[in-house]
Antibody, heavy 127, light 106 residues
């Protein structure tokens, strides 16, 4: 079974740091780009960051650029998100997601979308 | 940055109705668009990729069309289990989600 399991969320004070982890299983982890997507309470989906299979391309949303760092360890089938200088507006459910990859109708690359999602880990930034 | 505008933000329809959601990109994104379904308390689920391709296992009552800047998502016959919020997402330049459309039963 293809699965993603996030961990590391919690309550943190503004300005502090937190590191999220995501463990993948049931698929060849290092064949795919990976993403972090978040959802603030009662709000829509917001893409946060993406990383290609070999970490050769790393991209961020403007809202987190310079504060968050995405990384991966293919030997451990794991994805990470280091979040620094956290703000109240970073409060959200954070999802780890596997990229769809190249399809029969599109090989635009390097990022396509998400076909496998974890259940999310909650980050609350509050004093 | 590419902006994705979804409409309507919510709708109410009867079981068996045809439901249509539109998504407009702020610039030409070819067919680099996906659609997701998110049920309350659950992670999103990919339904349609590359604007019109049905993901494996997704019922055929779901469909997508469009290219360039204007896209449409359709449920041909609304079922009670389709109650959810639907999102479009572009991948022409980075990744951007639309604001979502909440679908309810009338």
């Amino acid at each position: 079974e293809v699965q993603l399991v996030e961990s590391g969320g919690g309550l943190v004070q503004p300005g502090r740091s937190l590191r999220l982890s995501c463990a993948g299983s049931g698929f060849t982890f290092d064949d795919y780009a990976m993403h972090w997507v978040r959802q603030a309470p009662g709000k829509g989906l917001e893409w946060v960051s993406g990383i290609t299979w070999n970490s050769g391309s790393i991209v961020y949303a403007d809202s987190v650029k310079g504060r968050f760092t995405i990384s991966r360890d293919n030997a451990k089938n794991s994805l990470y998100l280091q979040m620094n200088s956290l703000r109240a507006e970073d409060t959200a459910l954070y999802y780890c997601a596997k990229d769809i990859g190249c399809t029969s109708t599109s090989c635009h690359g390097p990022y396509y979308g998400m076909d496998v999602w974890g259940q999310g880990t909650t980050v609350t930034v509050s004093s | 940055d590419i902006q994705m505008t979804q409409s309507p933000s919510s709708l109410s329809a009867s079981v068996g109705d045809r439901v249509t959601i539109t998504c407009q990109a702020s610039q030409d994104i070819s067919n680099f668009l996906n659609w997701y379904q998110q049920k309350p308390g659950k992670a999103p689920k990919l339904l349609i990729y590359d604007a019109s391709n049905l993901e494996t296992g997704v019922p055929s009552r779901f469909s997508g069309s469009g290219s360039g800047t204007d896209f449409t998502f359709t449920i041909s016959s609304l079922q009670p289990e389709d109650i959810a919020t639907y999102y479009c997402q572009q991948y022409d330049n980075l990744v951007t989600f639309g604001g979502g459309t909440k679908v309810e039963i009338k």
